[in-house]
Each structure stands twice: as C-alpha cells, then as structure tokens.
C-alpha cells in the first residue's frame, strides 16, 4: 500500500486566502455598524470563506491510500471505493492563466457509492493516477476524450481504456 499526501507548503496558500477573505467579511459584520442586509451579504461571504478554510483543512488532514484492492481517503471524510466497483475515472485540468501555462489537474474516481477528488498538489499524483489508470483499464470504464488527454499530458499513458466518442455514443 502506498500513502499519499498534501504537502503543508501547498495548502498554505489556500489557508492564506481563505483567512484573508475571512477577515475582510467577517471583521465588518462584528466592528461596524451597517444595515441588516449588508450585514447578512458579508455574513454568509464570511461562511463560504469558513467553508474554503475548512476544506482546506479537511484536505491536509487527509492521507490517500491506493493498493491493489482499491482507493480510499483516512481522514475526517474517509472514503474507500474498491477497483472491483469503479464506476467513472475523470481527470480535470483548470488553468489559471488565458494562455493554459498554469493551473492543477483534479482527479474524480467514482464507484460503489462513493466519490473521491484529489488534487495535484499531493504528493505522488502520478503515480496515484498511473493506479487509477491501470485500474480503469483492467474493469472496462469508458473514459472521455478529455480525460485521456489529461492523463497523457501528465505522463501516464493508459493502456487499452476505450473512450467515450465526442457524441457521447458507444466508444472508438
């Protein structure tokens, strides 16, 4: 079994953002007087920030842990999806620059009733993805275009995966 997790340096951003974001909403709602709805606007702004905190949070508490029996998270929101039971193996990729030059790919691993997302900020995501591959190959998931071509732009190439066509149709 291998072990995976978020290095703090990676999540140190996040937790920066979101407390400033937190400060900015929730200190007027305490210090100052406003109107009612002012106050509830920054009141629930300051909840989402909260909420990005504690995912945040959730995150780096986290392990993932892959083996030949499966996937599955150890922490606060555990979750475990066998490779017997995969359903959908979908691997994002979100750029932050107009020019694709930067941005973090997002893997989503479904089956058995449960879902798992991990970032590529982890540690090991392309060996956890190579896994995940191997996985989906050998039980037959149909895989979107795009998400083939993530998996190659990140260096794992899949084996024999059919692929779903761009009509959504059968596969190629």
Excluded at 17 to 34: F, H, K, N, S, W
Excluded at 48 to 75: H, K, M, N, P
């Amino acid at each position: 079994m291998s072990a995976y997790r978020y290095p703090k340096s990676a999540l140190m951003g996040d937790y920066a953002r979101g407390g400033i974001g937190l400060a900015i909403t929730l200190l007027p709602v305490l210090a100052t007087p406003m109107m009612d709805t002012l106050r509830i606007i920054f009141a629930v702004v300051a909840l989402l920030f909260a909420g990005y905190v504690f995912r945040t949070w959730a995150r780096g508490s986290s392990v993932v842990e892959v083996d030949d029996i499966g996937i599955r998270t150890v922490g606060p929101f555990g979750r475990a999806i066998p490779w017997d039971t995969l359903e959908s193996v979908t691997l994002s990729y979100y750029s932050t620059r107009r020019d694709r030059t930067e941005g973090w790919m997002q893997l989503d691993v479904r089956g058995g009733g449960a879902a798992i997302s991990i970032e590529s900020h982890i540690d090991g995501f392309e060996e956890i993805l190579a896994r995940c591959g191997r996985a989906a190959d050998r039980v037959g998931v149909v895989l979107s275009d795009s998400t083939v071509q993530n998996f190659r732009a990140a260096g794992v190439p899949l084996v024999a995966s059919p692929v779903a066509s761009p009509a959504g149709g059968g596969t190629e």
